[in-house]
């Protein structure tokens, strides 16, 4: 009997001690994820003697198109920009390309111009969303910002289906040109885009919030918008307004400080 109580406590007593060792290391607080980065990047004010052409983008493997100004491509897992606002960079990393949903901020946020140049460790796996990631991080900490979201109502709009009803067409384009949208004239038309696309864009048109309630999936060819009031799909009209008090995230920036400056 001794013998046999000997081997059970030999048995049991490290089982114990095994299981306690489990429950320490799951109660222990798991270590955030580093945050993404990209291999090497660039930020520089953008020299006034230097080209006007503006824009740039992300382009990642799932990227549909260059996007932005087609005359700065940039190439597979790069973030290449010209000539713009840091208010445009923030924009963009945010999904929030028009900057509509962006406040605060001193001045010259919105006015003085950087070039930005970045590259992934991994061009060939790297997604958009992930480029995305990457360049908040570069912004915050090569701006020092501090950012939060804030929710507030504001007067703005809701794109729905019109009473006749939709007849959409889908879009055949698949060329580079696909999700985009061109201004000439006063008229709008557009390639592949799908319908919160266009309330993106409306918004800008109007500045006031759009937000798709039509629950149309799909990108269709808009033909020609003349007047925020009409859009023609496909030669059909689809698309009503309807005034609302909408809730809206807003992006505030609570404090940024100018590249290279030195914090106190």
Known sequence: MKVLKGLLFFVVLPMCIGFFVRIELLSR?????????????????????????????????????????????????????????????????????????????PAWVGTEKFDLEAKAEDPNT?????????????????????????????????????????????SVVTSDRSGTFFLMNLTLTGAAVGMPALAEELSFWLQKPVVDQTRIAGNFDILSIHHPCSAQFSNNSVCAWTRKSLSVDFLVIDSVEKLGAKSN
């Not at 360049?135 to 009473?163: C, D, I």
């Open 29 to 105: 607080p798991q270590a955030a994820p580093a945050p993404l980065k990209f291999e090497v990047a660039s930020i520089k004010p953008h020299p006034p003697s230097a080209s006007r052409l503006f824009g740039g983008s992300c382009r990642g493997i799932d990227s549909r198109n260059s996007g932005g100004n087609p005359a700065i491509n940039a190439p597979l897992g790069r973030c290449v920009f010209r000539n713009v606002t840091l208010r445009y960079l923030i924009g963009l990393a945010y999904d929030d390309p028009r900057g509509l949903r962006i406040t605060g901020g």
């Open 126 to 170: 790297i997604a958009e969303n992930s480029l995305h990631q990457m360049l908040r991080n570069l912004l915050t900490e090569s701006f020092k910002m501090k950012l939060r979201r804030e929710r507030r109502e504001e007067p703005g709009f809701e794109l729905v289906v019109a009473t006749n009803g939709p007849k959409l067409a889908r």
